[in-house]
């Protein structure tokens, strides 16, 4: 009798030919060629240029040879700041939140801290900036969580989430054309909104739900 090797294939290079799939194999090429293969630009107009981002008209050659046009959005890249404050209860940490309104999404958001990049800023710096600003809290210690792109479909905009943790209180100075409502919110109430439907920033969806499941993997070691 005959045993059938039920463990998958993945194809790699010619047509019908298949090895037996390595664990971590797969996930190493692909990210490979997410990072090594890029566009031939033929040529970039620069077609709109105001104070927070340019609009660029590009004719290139994408990777797989498809000659195309695309209007993008360029910006200099976000910061985003997920604070927590462990004081009270290190299970059940408060985080903190702000209530602002978006014209673009026409309503009022709850968001995480957050704001543009200067050109050349190190992110680092332009998050400690940014949630001094807006909550005037400093943190004691920060660490990257993740950066990942807003809308990579037409927007050259990345977004740098940050922990900042050991909060210091302090003044906000928000700038003039920001009115900005913050406060703590437990971070066990923010999931129960996202569950609601009652969070619909993407930031914040991003930040929050990453940091709780990498806060439950670390629970079950």
Do not use: C
């Not at 195309?68 to 985080?95: C, M, Q, T």
């Not at 100075?173 to 129960?192: A, G, N």
């Not at 993407?202 to 929050?208: A, D, E, F, Q």
């Amino acid at each position: 009798m005959v045993k059938k090797d039920k463990r998958k294939t993945v194809k790699v290079g010619g047509k019908g030919k298949a090895t037996k799939k390595s664990k971590g194999s797969t996930a190493k090429v692909v990210s490979e060629k997410a990072t090594s293969e890029k566009a031939t630009l033929i040529s970039s107009q620069i077609v709109y240029q105001g104070p927070l981002f340019r609009i660029h008209h590009d004719k290139l050659i994408e990777p797989g040879g498809l000659h195309s046009e695309r209007d993008v959005i360029r910006h200099n890249g976000s910061v985003v700041i997920l604070a927590i404050d462990k004081s009270k209860n290190k299970k059940d940490p408060w985080i903190v939140m702000e209530r602002q309104y978006r014209h673009a999404a026409n309503q009022f958001l709850w968001e995480l801290p957050a704001g543009k990049m200067d050109a050349g800023e190190d992110p680092l710096a332009a998050a400690k900036r940014e949630l001094a600003e807006e909550t005037g809290y400093s943190a004691r210690k920060w660490s990257p969580l993740v950066e990942y792109w807003a809308s990579p479909g037409f927007l050259g905009e990345t977004m740098k989430v940050y922990l900042a943790e050991g909060l210091i209180a302090g003044e906000a100075t928000p700038e003039e054309d920001e009115k900005i409502d913050f406060r703590l919110v437990k971070i066990s109430d923010v999931f129960k909104m996202i569950k609601k439907g009652a969070i619909h920033d993407g930031k914040t969806l991003v930040s929050v739900l990453l940091y709780l499941q990498m806060k439950g993997r670390k629970g079950k070691k």
